[in-house]
């Protein structure tokens, strides 16, 4: 266990389908973050909570909904997704500044067709 | 521009031999901090090391040394004495500022470890 926990490991989910992905922390971090990772692509940030409250959307689309109901837990709502939405989502936490870097979930597998 | 490049896409070493994997990055920011992490199959970011823009000397974290010459922008993972374990994809990272919440990856590079 790495301290953050994502569940499901795996998800194939149709284009019509609407399914959430789970993120759970109990480190006391206090920002959490979902991030893209496709094939040959450096890792794409997509959202930023700090102490629950949004702080950054980097431009993604409406069919990804984030939600933090407290500092601990993290969700990513989907619907109507892509073929090309199809990535390893990686869920991360931090606390603090400094040598302090991202701890992250082992990530969920989506394949959308 | 690219904030962090990583020119590796894949690399090979022998079982207990040393190996280098490059990294340069890119910022006008003074602060900032310079990370690397392990992905193994199983898809967990795992975190290796840090060095801070200010530190004066390299850091090392058991096998693991970042070779960190700030004149060239570079910060490379030495890994010594390589294991079968090692075997992964290596992400480095870099944080603007001194709390920055938003990290830049490079793109890795897949490491295999030959017996």
């Known amino acids: 266990e790495t301290g953050v926990t994502q569940t499901p490991r795996h998800l194939v989910m149709g284009m019509t389908n609407k399914k959430s992905l789970k993120c759970e922390q109990h480190?006391?971090?206090?920002?959490m973050y979902w991030y893209k990772q496709s094939a040959k692509k450096p890792l794409e940030l997509m959202f930023v909570?700090?102490?629950?409250?949004?702080?950054e959307n980097n431009s993604v689309p409406s069919r990804f909904s984030p939600e933090c109901p407290n500092s601990s837990h993290l969700f990513l709502h989907l619907h109507t997704l892509q073929p090309e939405d199809s990535a390893l989502y990686l869920c991360?936490?931090?606390?603090?500044?400094?040598?302090?870097?991202?701890?992250f979930g082992s990530g969920t597998r989506l394949t959308v067709v | 521009a690219q904030k962090i490049t990583q020119t590796q896409p894949g690399m090979f070493v022998q079982e207990k031999e040393a190996v280098t994997l490059d990294c340069t990055y890119d910022t006008s920011d003074p602060s900032y901090g310079l990370f690397w992490y392990k992905q193994p199959s199983s898809g967990e970011m795992i975190f290796l090391i840090y060095q801070g823009s200010y530190d004066q000397q390299n850091a090392t974290e058991g096998r693991y040394s970042l070779n960190f010459q700030k004149a060239r922008k570079s910060a490379n993972l030495v890994i010594s004495a390589s294991q079968l374990g090692d075997s992964a994809m290596y992400f480095c990272?870099?944080?603007?500022?001194?709390?920055?919440?938003?990290?830049?990856f490079g793109t890795g590079t897949s490491l295999t470890v030959i017996p």
């Open positions: 990272a870099m944080r603007e500022g001194i709390t920055g919440n938003q990290f830049y």
């Open positions: 991360a936490s931090s606390q603090g500044s400094g040598g302090h870097g991202y701890t």
């Open positions: 909570y700090n102490f629950k409250e949004q702080t």
């Open positions: 480190l006391g971090h206090n920002a």
